[in-house]
């Protein structure tokens, strides 16, 4: 939304938060681009590619691990009634 309310509109020759509060918006720096350093995709990749690396996997819980245990004497038999 930020976009739409800072974005020129050509016909109006005028920005919409303008219109709509007789201001300009304050647009945080986080949000425009540092175009003194050149973009390169490869460098964007590379740190890409190291954030993710940085990225450890969660331990699983072992929440539905249940204990059981099975009679010596079960391993001998043809059938098993199970209800």
Do not use: C
């Amino acid at each position: 939304m930020l976009g739409l309310r800072t974005a020129l509109k050509d016909d109006l020759q005028s920005l919409s938060a303008e219109l709509v509060y007789r201001q300009l918006l304050e647009v945080p720096e986080d949000f425009i681009p540092n175009i003194t350093e050149p973009w390169s995709a490869t460098q964007k990749q590379n740190t890409l590619l190291d954030i993710a690396k940085a990225f450890t996997p969660v331990p699983m819980s072992q929440h539905g691990l249940l204990e059981f245990h099975v009679p010596p004497n079960l391993k001998a038999v043809n059938y098993v009634f199970i209800p």
